[in-house]
Each structure stands twice: as C-alpha cells, then as structure tokens.
C-alpha cells in the first residue's frame, strides 16, 4: 500500500514564498508520478500541478504558471512544490496525490492527509 505525506503548510504574506515537500512509501516501485491538488473552503478540489516518475514531464494549472515549479528530489519518491509570488487566492488545503503513471495523475489513487496554505493579505 502506497503512502503519501506532504508537509510544509503555513501562513505567508501576499508575495511570499513556501515549499511544499511530498513522499510517497511502501510501494513496490522505485518512482511514482505525482501530484498536487489544493481545495480552498467551499469549493471542489483542483489540479495544481503533476510530474511523471523520471520527472520529464511536468504540467500546470494555469493560474499557477509561471509562479509554482514541481520538481522530483532525493529520494526519489520525494517531490517539492515551490509556490512563490503567492497570492490570497492561494489558500486553500494543498494535497499530494501519486500514482503508478503520469496518465494516471488525472484521478491517482494514493493521497496525503493534507496541509493547510494560508496566503494573508
């Protein structure tokens, strides 16, 4: 069984930066695509952003483009989601998320618990 926990939540100003890191465990395989997802209070989950497992391949939601970079670390089943110029917008409870393929990463199985973003004014 595949285990995700993020960490890294915290309350920032408007213009600031956080680092979200991720890890995923206990699984069979070396990598996972990964991914994170974020929902603000009252609305539905969103993607944020996706990496495949040799991390060649990476994706954006639009609103974050240009001001988040996903990127693998070391271990490998570690990713990072550097949020700078971070906006009220922003705030919301950010979820890592990995599965087996980057295909997968548009419904992946495996979540974190979750870590709160608070983005003041």
């Known amino acids: 069984q595949v285990q995700v926990a993020e960490s890294g939540g915290g309350l920032v100003h408007s213009g600031g930066s956080l680092r979200l890191p991720c890890a995923a465990s206990?699984?069979?395989?070396?990598?996972?695509?990964m991914a994170w997802f974020r929902q603000a209070p009252g609305k539905a989950r969103e993607f944020v952003a996706a990496?495949?497992?040799?991390?060649?391949?990476?994706d954006y939601v639009d609103s974050v483009k240009g001001r988040f970079t996903i990127s693998r670390g070391n271990p490998e089943n570690t990713v990072y989601l550097q949020m700078d110029s971070l906006n009220p917008e922003d705030s919301a409870d950010y979820y890592c998320?990995?599965?087996?393929?980057?295909?997968?990463?548009?419904?992946?199985?495996?979540w974190g618990s979750g870590t709160r973003v608070t983005v003041s004014f």
């Open positions: 206990g699984g069979t395989l070396p990598t996972y695509a």
């Open positions: 990496i495949s497992r040799n991390g060649d391949i990476a």
């Open positions: 998320a990995a599965d087996l393929t980057y295909s997968d990463m548009a419904r992946p199985r495996h």
